[in-house]
């Protein structure tokens, strides 16, 4: 069984940074076909945001992430990153990490394993 542990959100300004991490136990996360990051902002579905292969081989982005986010994975620390840049207030979320044995990146039913969430805060 995997346990998925996020950290690293808050309140950032607009254009700031942030990273977010993910904290895997259990199972090393190189086992799963799909590592991937989603958002949910109030009153919206959950929506995919970057994924990246579970060995760390390929990464795939939303159009809305592209350029300004990057995926990554620490094998020796099981754990993977979402490195925010050029924050912007649409960014706005509760951020999850999830981890899949499919490589349907960007659905979200295709992955078993979920975080409890970090939310991300982008304000003026």
């Known amino acids: 069984q995997l346990q998925l542990e996020e950290s690293g959100g808050g309140l950032v300004q607009i254009g700031g940074s942030l990273r977010l991490s993910c904290a895997a136990s259990?199972?090393?996360?190189?086992?799963?076909?799909?590592l991937g990051w989603f958002r949910q902002a109030p009153g919206k579905e959950r929506e995919f945001v970057a994924a990246?292969?579970?060995?760390?081989?390929?990464?795939v982005y939303a159009e809305s992430a592209e350029g300004r986010f990057t995926v990554s994975v620490d094998h020796a620390k099981n754990t993977f990153y979402l490195q925010m840049n050029s924050l912007k207030p649409e960014d706005t979320a509760a951020y999850y990490c999830?981890?899949?044995?499919?490589?349907?990146?960007?659905?979200?039913?295709?992955?078993?394993?979920w975080g409890q969430g970090t939310q991300v805060t982008v304000s003026s």
């Open positions: 999830a981890a899949s044995g499919s490589s349907h990146y960007d659905i979200s039913y295709e992955y078993d394993y």
């Open positions: 259990g199972r090393p996360v190189r086992t799963y076909v799909t």
């Open positions: 990246i292969s579970g060995g760390g081989g390929g990464t």
